[in-house]
């Protein structure tokens, strides 16, 4: 099971650090990856981390903006979003990576239920 946490409402701007913990089920030796969905949207690629966390992929409309990292002892992953924007607002999930695609939500096998993130102007 991945659970996230750590979503709310913020105001354009600030800033919000997302978790991903993983119980009953290890994520070491497995890259990572989060994903989030705008009302009306379809799913979006934000970030992924490798198993490693020695590489680290991200989105364009997110670059430089978010931070994604892991602690493969803890069996946890954190997305770290500062100069949030409305158009970040989403409901974000975190998912465990099986395939060879960092950016293929297909390649990804298990999802936590969500967190939301609200941005407002």
């Known amino acids: 099971q991945l659970v996230e946490s750590g979503g709310g409402v913020v105001q354009a701007g600030g800033s919000l650090r997302l978790s991903c913990a993983a119980s009953?089920?290890?994520?070491?030796?497995?890259?990572m990856g989060w994903f989030r969905q705008a009302p009306g949207k379809d799913d979006e690629f934000v970030a992924a981390?490798?198993?490693?966390?020695?590489?680290?992929y991200y989105a364009d409309s997110v670059k430089g903006r978010f931070t994604i990292s892991r602690d493969s002892a803890r069996n946890t992953m954190s997305l770290q979003m500062n100069s949030l924007k409305p158009e970040d607002t989403a409901v974000y999930y975190c998912?465990?990576?099986?395939?060879?695609?960092?950016?293929?939500?297909?390649?990804?096998?298990?999802w936590g239920q969500g967190t939301q993130v609200t941005v407002s102007s």
């Open positions: 009953g089920r290890t994520v070491s030796g497995y890259g």
């Open positions: 981390i490798s198993w490693s966390g020695d590489n680290t």
């Open positions: 998912a465990r990576r099986w395939g060879s695609n960092y950016y293929l939500q297909d390649d990804y096998d298990y």
